[in-house]
């Protein structure tokens, strides 16, 4: 059974950084992109950023590019968004997901965390 666990939301002002985890199992991490989505109230999930395998190619949406980073640590079978620069529009529940395609498409991903919240106050 895949499991990912998020951790590292919280309530920030408009400005400030946060750093999301995403910790999964060794045969989870070496076998799947990774992503980052996040779904605001009353809108739909949207795709924020995607790594793929070897972390060597990374996927940006055009409204966090530059201000986010999403990496890999191959010791800590964990995945990273560090998120810079926030804005209010960035609140949202973000969620780790892997699939077998690197995209930014939710349906492109085959399982899911359970959510971690971030506020951004401005």
């Known amino acids: 059974q895949v499991q990912l666990v998020e951790s590292g939301g919280g309530s920030v002002p408009a400005g400030g950084s946060l750093r999301l985890s995403c910790r999964t199992s060794?045969?989870?991490?070496?076998?799947?992109?990774m992503g980052w989505f996040r779904q605001a109230p009353g809108k739909e999930r949207e795709g924020v950023a995607a790594?793929?395998?070897?972390?060597?190619?990374?996927l940006y949406a055009g409204s966090v590019k530059a201000r986010f980073t999403i990496s890999r640590d191959n010791a800590k079978n964990t995945v990273y968004l560090q998120m810079n620069s926030l804005k209010p529009e960035d609140t949202a529940m973000y969620y780790c997901?892997?699939?077998?395609?690197?995209?930014?498409?939710?349906?492109?991903?085959?399982?899911w965390g359970q959510g971690t919240q971030v506020t951004v106050s401005s």
């Open positions: 997901a892997a699939g077998r395609v690197w995209s930014l498409r939710e349906y492109d991903y085959e399982y």
């Open positions: 790594i793929n395998v070897g972390g060597g190619s990374t």
């Open positions: 060794e045969y989870t991490y070496s076998t799947y992109y």
